[in-house]
């Protein structure tokens, strides 16, 4: 190891706060001579919720601009080269320069989701790289659409077992401190996790979505921003490319003092998909509500990486 890959492993605890979808933080990093590769543990797909692993890379992408902005921070001069292999997206290399970015480890820090009730923002404000990508619409222009994609999701017995493998919903779960949704995230008071628990023990779909709803289109509040981020779906490398740009839109909000809500049910349902392509003209690659959290966004649970030359095997979740 050189004494730039060196420096940048002691960082992981900031470059692992990138966001993922269901938190999964599918990548793998492993430390070469003069260079840090980035993959992916297939373990940690999502088969039955992202079978075109549409979330999987732009969760890859948004992880390595956040690899980028956390090395520039720290005075690393660090390159991307995206290069998809088996199970490897992308490398960092050593540049001549800083990469260029107005953000932050601070920023990194700082970003989070929040499920809960979110404050109008008044204007939503104009964040760099966003332009002509992301298109605002009204909650109430998307409500019966969201209860729409909340019964296909939860119909789906598959995607169910696949969400519920990633639940934590209880403070006792092993990996709670790990990865994967906890109810504190998601926005569930004591007696709701408790109720959603015994719900998924006892297979019954039916009262998920009111259950699920702080983390669904339930909670949309009439005429509250609702941001849709388009753009180009064809292929892995346009993907990671999309999810650079996504989380440079959520870390420019979040600059902003704001804070998302990603709802995707709204674009992995293919009747809502469809009608939002429809309205747009465009395809939509991510759909987030937008506003001031009420509170500080809780903090999402990380996993430590494996040391160096460890092989993912079929272990999570
Ligand atoms: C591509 C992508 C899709 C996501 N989709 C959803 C979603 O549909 N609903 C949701 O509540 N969160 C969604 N999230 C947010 C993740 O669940 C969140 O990033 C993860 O739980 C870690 O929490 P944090 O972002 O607060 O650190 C998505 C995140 C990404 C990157």
Redesign the pocket.
């Known amino acids: 190891m050189t004494a730039w890959t060196e420096r940048f492993r002691e960082l992981e605890p900031d470059w692992t706060?990138a966001?993922?979808?269901?938190?999964t933080q599918p990548w793998t990093v492993d430390y070469a001579a003069d260079e840090v590769v980035l993959g992916w543990d297939r373990a940690r797909e999502l088969p039955a919720g992202d079978p075109d692993r549409r979330?999987l890379f732009?969760?890859l992408g948004?992880f390595l601009e956040t690899c980028l902005i956390v090395a520039a921070d720290a005075g690393l001069r660090v390159r991307p080269e995206v290069e998809l292999r088996e199970r490897q997206f992308a490398r960092l290399l050593a540049a001549a320069e800083v990469y260029p970015t107005p953000y932050t480890r601070a920023t990194v820090r700082a970003?989070?989701?929040v499920?809960g009730a979110l404050r109008h923002p008044g204007a939503v404000p104009g964040v760099p790289g966003a332009e002509g990508r992301l298109v605002e619409l009204s909650s109430t222009q998307l409500r019966g659409q969201a209860a729409t994609a909340d019964r296909w999701l939860f119909s789906s017995g598959p995607v169910v077992r696949e969400l519920r493998a990633w639940l934590r919903l209880t403070p006792r779960h092993p990996r709670y401190d790990q990865d994967g949704?906890t109810d504190r995230?998601l926005g569930l008071s004591r007696l709701e996790a408790v109720g959603l628990r015994a719900v998924l023990a006892l297979r019954l779909n039916r009262p998920l979505a009111p259950l699920l709803a702080a983390?669904g289109g339930a909670v949309l509040e009439p005429e509250h921003p609702v941001l849709v981020f388009t753009g180009e779906a064809a292929g892995p490398e346009a993907l990671i490319g999309a999810?650079r740009e996504l989380v440079r839109i959520w870390y420019g909000l979040t600059q902003e003092g704001l804070a998302v809500?990603?709802?995707?049910?709204l674009i992995d349902c293919p009747r809502t998909a469809a009608a939002l392509r429809d309205r747009l003209g465009a395809t939509p690659l991510?759909v987030f509500r937008v506003g001031r959290p009420a509170a500080p966004?809780p903090r999402?649970a990380r996993r430590q990486l494996r040391p160096a030359g460890y092989r993912p095997g079929r272990t999570a979740p």
């Open positions: 706060r966001p993922s979808a269901h938190n979330d732009l969760s948004a970003r989070g989701c499920r949704l995230c983390s999810g809500h990603p709802c995707s049910q991510a966004a999402s």
